[in-house]
């Protein structure tokens, strides 16, 4: 009966010890705490869901092969469509062109139009700092006369790129400031373009 009474005590002390500490946690993952936050991202917030933006201003287009009257100074615009995949990343449907207003004797004549029809992501960097790029199919159209039907019209494949700063926002409106590269390939050449434009924006 000693013996036993013996080991009881001995196994009671052996287990009275300090308890092992608990290792730390290990830091969050930084790819699910962003998902986690999208997931309550309040949907009037900017950067969220829907988008639509347009922007327009001066741009200068280049020609090069075979392809003639693609030379020369003009407008821009774009404008594109679609929505946010995450807080940051959106999925752009964009509309993009250079316009050559070829002058004869001084006087406005044709227009000639470079476009990109493009799919793409936008990245927002900052709050009010975005990048965008697309790929897509692209036409150059040259008119000899404003207003008429185009006399050659060239078709191949294109891409753009895209850079903006919002200097003014007001919930999920912007006004922005842009730039804008285009570019397409024709078998009879090669059309590229851009333009500094004034954007505005809904996303």
Not at 18 to 31: C, H, L, N, R
Not at 140 to 159: H, I, K, L, N, Y
């Amino acid at each position: 009966m000693k013996l036993a009474a013996a080991l009881v005590l001995i196994s009671a002390t052996a287990h009275a010890g300090p308890p092992i500490a608990a290792p730390p946690p290990s830091p969050p993952d930084p790819a699910a705490t962003e998902q986690a936050a999208d997931a309550n991202f309040d949907e009037d917030a900017p950067h969220h869901g829907f988008i639509i933006a347009f922007s327009i201003g001066p741009a200068d287009q280049l020609g090069f092969g075979t392809i003639t009257h693609a030379s020369g100074a003009g407008f821009g615009a774009s404008f594109r469509l679609g929505a946010q995949a995450t807080r940051r990343i959106g999925l752009l449907f964009a509309i993009d062109s250079t316009n050559y207003v070829e002058q004869i004797d001084n006087n406005p004549s044709g227009i000639n139009t470079s476009q990109v029809f493009s799919l793409g992501p936008r990245v927002t960097i900052r709050d009010a700092l975005w990048l965008r790029a697309g790929v897509g199919a692209a036409s150059f159209q040259r008119r000899a006369t404003s207003g008429s039907t185009p006399e050659r019209v060239f078709t191949g494949p294109g891409g753009t790129v895209a850079a903006g700063i919002d200097v003014v926002r007001r919930g999920r409106f912007a006004l922005s400031v842009e730039l804008t590269l285009i570019g397409s390939i024709y078998r009879e050449g090669f059309v590229g373009g851009g333009f500094m434009g004034l954007g505005v924006a809904y996303d």
